[in-house]
């Protein structure tokens, strides 16, 4: 099992910007590929940018390109979710997910919720405009 903790959400004006981070605990000995998704009020949960788990390859949604970055630091168990420009629709609560990365797999398995078998409780990013 590995548990999940997200921080750094918070209210911020359009145009601001936010770091979020993700601590995992437990069984983390393992290759995990980790994940950010955000699920506004109303609205199904949606992929928003991914990572393997060496760091090499990254993945984001187009409507975050070129404004958010995701990093982790596998020595501290951490994922980061830099996000730059921030936008009101961008205001959601975000989830940090994860899961085992055993082998090589393409861009679809790291966008897709199903692939990820652990979860956060979520840190809420409000932008007002």
């Known amino acids: 099992q590995v548990q999940l903790v997200e921080s750094g959400g918070g209210l911020v004006q359009a145009g601001g910007s936010l770091r979020l981070s993700c601590a995992a605990s437990?069984?983390?000995?393992?290759?995990?590929?980790m994940g950010w998704f955000r699920q506004a009020p109303g609205k199904e949960r949606e992929f928003v940018a991914a990572?393997?788990?060496?760091?090499?390859?990254?993945y984001y949604t187009d409507s975050v390109k070129g404004r958010f970055t995701i990093s982790r630091d596998n020595a501290k168990n951490t994922v980061f979710l830099q996000m730059n420009s921030l936008k009101p629709e961008d205001t959601a609560a975000y989830y940090c997910?994860?899961?085992?990365?055993?082998?090589?797999?393409?861009?679809?398995?790291?966008?897709?919720?199903?692939?990820?078998?652990?979860w956060g409780q979520g840190t809420q990013v409000t932008v007002s405009s």
């Open positions: 990572i393997n788990w060496s760091g090499t390859s990254t």
């Open positions: 997910a994860a899961v085992s990365q055993p082998g090589s797999y393409g861009s679809s398995w790291f966008t897709s919720k199903g692939s990820y078998d652990y």
């Open positions: 437990g069984r983390t000995n393992r290759r995990y590929a």
